[in-house]
């Protein structure tokens, strides 16, 4: 997390359970112990919930956002969700529903304009979840969207009929960040080519891509492909994104 440097504010941090339909979704809220300046949704990377995002969380709100991160896998219990390894994890991805999906990102927000009186919430996501701030960029629930090396098109593996892919509702997104690596399998130049031409008239949505980085190269320091250098001018323009 050495990217994302700590504010100044005293934060406060606990687990609670947002509801999607009668399902219950696991989530964890973090906020300034003063009045945040906004709202965060932050949809986690295919592990889902976890110390790194809780961490990067609280981290987020002592810059004085309100935070909340969704658990991608809310149908998976707990006690089996700790123990899915990556592989598993994406085997499972070509069954998730995109309405369930957005539902429980817009029941977070929801959530943080009822508990923490914010008027503008945003969504900010990494791989997976950058996968789907693309797709809740385009809900008209949020203000604004940064999706870390998000994919662009559906990767085939995950292809099921409860998704849709990101460039299909791209032209109709917030304001919108999107970073890329250069070298990043799952999103392709093809495929940043092709947002970029659907971004073509939108001068409130921008296209960071980083010559040879490699997928997550941002957000878990514990991945070989992390790049502290650049992780946190990116930090920085993520936080002045998503803050009035």
Request: with cysteine; glycine share 8%.
């Amino acid at each position: 997390m050495t990217g994302l440097e700590q504010g100044r504010e005293e934060t406060t941090s606990q687990d609670v359970s947002l509801r999607v339909d009668g399902l219950a979704v696991a989530a964890h809220h973090a906020r300034p112990d003063g009045m945040p300046k906004a709202g965060l949704v932050l949809a986690p990377d295919i592990g889902g919930i976890r110390p790194l995002f809780e961490e990067m969380a609280a981290r987020i709100a002592s810059h004085g956002l309100a935070v909340m991160v969704v658990e991608p896998f809310p149908r998976v219990p707990a006690e089996q969700r700790a123990g899915l390894a990556v592989e598993d994890r994406l085997a499972r991805v070509k069954d998730l529903d995109d309405g369930e999906q957005l539902g429980a990102l817009e029941a977070a927000a929801d959530h943080l304009v009822v508990h923490d009186d914010v008027r503008q919430v945003s969504v900010l996501g990494f791989c997976m979840g950058g996968y789907y701030t693309l797709k809740a960029a385009a809900t008209e629930r949020f203000d604004r969207a940064v999706a870390f090396y998000g994919m662009i098109r559906t990767p085939e593996m995950w292809e099921g009929p409860g998704h849709r892919s990101p460039l299909d509702t791209a032209a109709v997104v917030c304001p919108t960040l999107a970073v890329f690596g250069g070298a990043d399998q799952w999103s392709p130049a093809a495929d940043i080519d092709a947002l970029r031409q659907a971004w073509s008239s939108r001068d409130d949505c921008e296209i960071v891509v980083v010559e040879g980085a490699e997928h997550g190269f941002v957000h878990d320091p514990d991945r070989p492909a992390y790049r502290p250098d650049d992780a946190a001018p990116l930090w920085a323009q993520a936080l002045a994104w998503v803050t009035p």
